[in-house]
Structure formats: C-alpha cells, structure tokens
C-alpha cells in the first residue's frame, strides 16, 4: 500500500499519525475518573455531563468555519497551534482538583474542555486538508492510517488515563499526556514538510471556491454527510448505553473495560483495509452500501432487537462490538475519500481551499452525531429501553442504505441514458449532412449509397463495436457509482 510513497508522504503521515494518537488520548484519558472527581465536588451527573457533550458540539459549530478559512490562515499555522492548544488545556485540566467550589469547578471545567475543542478541531482540520492535498491519488490509504492511530488513542487514553491517575492522583495523568502532545506538536513544526501556501489568486483559480452549504447541496455529498452522522451516532449511543445494557452479564472491571474497545480495536485495524478498497477497488459509495449493512447487523445483534428471538449472551455480544467497528471504519473512510472525489468533479477546485471545506465538513458532521448519540441514547434508554433503541440505529443505516443504494441506480440509468443518446446524437450529428446530400440526390449511385451510411450508424448505435464507438469520442459507462 505504501510502497510508492515518497521520503516527503512518509514524513507526513508518520508525524500525523504520531500526533493524531496523542490528540486522541488527551481528549479521552478523563473518562474513568473525571466523573467520581466531579461528583465529589458536588457537581451533578448533568453537569458533568454536559462537560463531555460540550466538546463535540463545539468541534461541529467551529470546523466549517476553520475550513472555509484555512487557505487564508494557513494549514501549518492552523495545526500548530490547534495541537500547542490541546496540549496546554489538558495540562491546564489536570489541576481542577485543586478548585474546591462545585460552581467555580464546572465552569472551569467548561471553559478548559471549549478551548481544548477549539484546538483540536483545528488540529484535525488542517491535518486532514494537509492528507488529503499531499495523497490526492491515494487519500483513503492515508485517511485510513491517521484514522488507526486516532482510534488506538481513543483505546489506550481511558486505559493509560486510568493506570496513572492510580498512580499519582487526579493531576499525573493530564500533565504526563498534556506533556507528551506538546512534543509531539514541536515534531511536527520542525518535521512536517513544507508546503506552498502562498495566497490564492481567486481571478486565475480555475473552479468553484463554494461555500460548505454550497458542497452539501450536491445529493451525493449530502448523502455521504448523512452517513457520516448515522455512523457516529451508532459510536456515541453505545458510549452511553453499553455499560447499563450489560450490567445483567455481572462482567468484572477488567471485561468490561475490554467490550469498550472491542469496536475501537476493529475499526483501527481494519480501517487501512477499507482505504485500499476505496483507493484501488471499489467506489467509496460501494464501500459505504457494506459498511452500513454490517453496522446494521451489528445493532440487531447486540441488543438483539426485540423482534428476533434470541438473548443477549456473552459472545454475541462481542461478535457485534467487532462488527460494528468493521462497519462504521468503512462507513467513516469512505465519506472522506467519497465527498472529496465528488466536490471536484463537480466543479470545486482542487486545492487546499476545497480540501479545508471537506475536512472541515467530515469533521463538523462527525462531531455532531457524536453529539447527538450520547444524548439521545440517555433519553432513549430511560424511556423505551436499549433493545428498542438499537432499532433506531438500525433504521438510521437502513435509511443510508437507500438513499446510497438509489443514489447509484439514479447515476447508472443516467449513464446509460446518456450512452444512448450519445449514439443516436452522434450519428445524426457526425452523419447528417451526408444523409441530407444523399437523400436530396438525382443520381442514383448517390442513393445506393445511403445504405451503406444506415448501416454505419446503426453499427456505432451497437455496442457490439465499442472500439470504433470509442475512438468516435464517447467515455463509455462509469464503473464507479
């Protein structure tokens, strides 16, 4: 898969990597113990809660915003600082202990989690624009490996997280991994490589410089946002409803730390995979229609739904952890590479100005089902219950099953509508003015002659004939829908 980087993509991706893996423990390390701290300030389930919820929701309001502007900021000035932020707010996170008052505890609780959300939004918005600007031919590869690494830290920061705050109170852990992004932020100032980022000349630039609102009119981006939102909300519902639904199972600490990176452990191995197969094999749209199905299959499996008769048992249970993160891995690669490919051909210029408006559109989206899926499962759980709130993921998947699965038969009978009527087009075009001097001829070898010009047409109207057809001008069917 790699085999035809150069020194210059290697350097990228291994800094990226490296950096994305500490972003991602910073961001998750508070899990297994910020909430005991919090309560026993006096601080409520709600408080603290929101304290969580607040991150994603800031990462969704501010993405767009860094991508429509990051071709004016500059990508390595955007990343720098996005990555120095996270670093300085996780350190700063980690004295809050030191704040004795539940009121004041909270509110600066909240207003260190907004600043860390600023910077990490920001961090992983230039990142991905920086990926997919220096991988154009092969952005789903090196999407995917970023991902991996995102979703090993998202596995190691509760663990890690947890072990040190054993070790050395509430404050080790933050200043420790606070520490270590801050010099994963100094390799990447002086090892990323240098890009040209001069201005853009808007007057010369060839293509559209839309609006992300722009971008989500075209019905397959649209498409491929909305399976964005599906597939992290599918994340975020069992973040917050996993742990209650298996209480009945009576599982140690141990395993049940285990089911909450099962998927996460599914999805960074695999996640490479599925940029392959968007890079070299199947279209991304292909890949979405499998992933969606598989996390589909997963939901009816882990509650299982209420209409299918079978208990919740130990292994099924892992077996649809792991598929889920088989699913939503190829649904999550896909839409990066997918709405990338479709933004340019349909007319967006290729160029860090479009790269920014889709990393910064990936990245809202994603952080919005994120969002919407811890909030809405706590409220789903209390009110209908687990098994019945699985169908809800269930039918969110099934609806982007459809509209991709529509989406694709709509672009093939258009294709192929327009195969037809280039043939009949061409030869009216190509052969009409001889047909008329034919047909308007008193000789009667001209008129003989008219059937050998019939048949011609009838033979680029087949497509028995392909190679002539060809050579006449036509593209011929699309294989990627």
């Not at 050998?452 to 002539?468: F, H, L, P, Q």
Request: with cysteine; net charge negative.
């Amino acid at each position: 898969m790699g085999d035809s980087y150069s020194r210059r993509q290697w350097v990228t991706l291994v800094v990226f990597s490296i950096a994305q893996f500490c972003n991602a423990v910073c961001v998750s390390l508070q899990a297994p113990f910020y909430p005991a701290e919090a309560e026993k300030k006096g601080a409520t389930a709600t408080e603290y809660g929101l304290v969580f919820g607040v991150f994603e929701l800031i990462v969704f309001i501010i993405s767009p915003i860094y991508g429509k502007y990051l071709d004016r900021i500059g990508p390595r000035l955007m990343n720098n600082a996005g990555i120095t932020t996270v670093a300085v707010m996780c350190i700063c996170f980690g004295f809050l202990d030191r704040i004795d008052d539940p009121k004041l505890f909270i509110a600066m609780s909240f207003i260190i989690r907004i600043v860390e959300a600023l910077g990490n939004a920001a961090f992983i918005t230039s990142a991905f624009t920086l990926i997919a600007a220096e991988f154009q031919t092969n952005v789903g590869a090196a999407f995917a490996a970023m991902e991996t690494f995102f979703g090993l830290g998202l596995i190691v920061g509760p663990t890690v997280g947890g072990a040190l705050y054993e070790l050395g109170g509430y404050t080790l852990p933050f200043v420790v991994m606070g520490a270590l992004l801050f010099v994963a932020a100094i390799l990447v100032c002086i090892l990323l490589p240098k890009r040209d980022e001069r201005p853009v000349d808007h007057d010369t630039e060839k293509g559209t410089k839309g609006s992300m609102l722009t971008m989500l009119k075209i019905p397959s981006i649209a498409i491929f946002a909305f399976t964005i939102m599906a597939a992290s909300i599918s994340i975020g519902f069992l973040q917050a409803t996993l742990e209650p639904h298996l209480r009945p199972l009576e599982l140690t600490p141990v395993i049940m730390g285990v089911m909450f990176v099962l998927n996460g452990g599914a999805y960074a191995v695999l996640a490479p995979f599925w940029g392959w197969l968007c890079d070299h094999i199947f279209s991304p749209r292909l890949v979405t229609l499998v992933g969606s199905a598989i996390v589909s299959l997963s939901f009816i499996l882990i509650g299982p739904v209420p209409f299918i008769p079978l208990q919740m048992t130990l292994p099924l249970v892992i077996a649809a952890l792991v598929l889920h993160g088989v699913g939503f891995g190829a649904e999550l690669v896909a839409t990066f590479t997918g709405i990338q490919q479709d933004a340019i051909s349909n007319g967006f210029t290729e160029g860090l100005s479009t790269y920014g408006l889709v990393s910064g559109l990936w990245t809202s989206v994603f952080a919005l089902g994120c969002f919407i899926g811890p909030s809405l499962g706590g409220l789903i759980l209390d009110s209908i219950g687990f098994q019945w709130g699985t169908v809800f993921v269930v039918v969110l998947h099934i609806l982007v099953l459809l509209f991709t699965g529509s989406y694709m038969i709509h672009v093939y009978r258009a294709d192929n509508f327009t195969i037809v009527y280039s043939h009949i087009h061409g030869s009216l075009a190509i052969y009409g003015d001889e047909k008329q001097s034919l047909l308007l001829s008193t000789k009667k070898k001209d008129r003989d002659s008219f059937s050998s010009v019939t048949s011609r047409d009838s033979t680029y109207g087949s497509a028995g004939n392909s190679d002539e057809y060809h050579r006449k001008g036509s593209k011929g069917p699309l294989c990627t829908y």
